[in-house]
């Protein structure tokens, strides 16, 4: 079926320093999602991203967070600087419509050191 | 706002038995509610959907659900479960937002562990 790609699949950076995580999603789909899963806990929702531009975001999208999609080519969660609360693991999803199934990658698992 | 509960956080059955996983919700509107199967190492994979009608619904691998409105539950069953379902399941809720993307609002998911 559709799949939903994440790279990198794991990584390791100091605080402080800026991590970008790449989604590359099903190829026809227009939305866009991120979550992030602490480890032992609920899997919650960052942001969503439609048209070119962020449709909604939640508490845990904090300043240092953003995303884009330039050219149709990866959707990108850049964290600009890290902090220690960030290590988690961060799924990418794409649907096609705004109710339809969403798909999601693996996971890239980020550790903030 | 809307929240979804999975009581058990592990679940340990054996092969062969029957499963039910319980599943609630809270919200004020009319519920989408998905179940969702992480397998280790896997991204989450959707066993199945409930959005209206018939309030039994059939997803992958035998698995079935079924919504009560009355109860506020979208509980998962399968009738003889297999080493291989051996996995993270995921009780999701959607507020289903047509005015723009939407938003999932995730249980903290149940483990299931197959004893052989």
Not at chain 2, 39 to 44: A, E, M, S, T
Request: hydrophobic share 35%; aromatic share 14%.
């Amino acid at each position: 079926g559709p799949k939903v790609l994440q790279i990198p699949s794991h990584q390791i950076i100091d605080m402080g320093q800026m991590v970008t995580l790449n989604c590359d999603p099903v190829s026809n789909h227009l939305y866009f999602y991120w979550y992030k899963q602490i480890l032992g806990q609920q899997m919650e929702f960052l942001v969503n991203f439609y048209n070119g531009k962020v449709m909604e975001k939640s508490k845990l999208f904090k300043d240092q967070f953003s995303v884009e999609r330039p050219d149709g080519s990866y959707f990108t969660l850049k964290i600009q600087p890290t902090a220690l609360e960030d290590s988690a693991v961060y799924f990418c999803a794409s649907s096609l419509v705004v109710t339809g199934q969403l798909y999601f990658g693996e996971g890239s698992k980020l550790t903030v050191l | 706002a809307q929240s979804v509960t999975q009581p058990d956080a592990r679940v340990t059955v054996s092969e062969g038995a029957s499963l039910q996983l319980r599943c609630k919700y809270s919200y004020s509107g009319t519920p989408y509610l998905f179940w969702y199967v992480q397998y280790p190492r896997q991204g989450l994979q959707l066993l199945l959907k409930y959005y209206s009608g018939d309030p039994v619904v059939q997803g992958v691998n035998g698995f079935e659900a079924e919504f009560s409105k009355s109860n506020s539950s979208f509980h998962l069953r399968k009738a003889s479960v297999h080493w291989s379902d051996s996995a993270v399941y995921f009780c999701v809720l959607s507020a289903g937002n047509t005015e723009g993307a939407d938003r999932l609002t995730f249980g903290k998911g149940t483990q299931l562990i197959i004893q052989p």
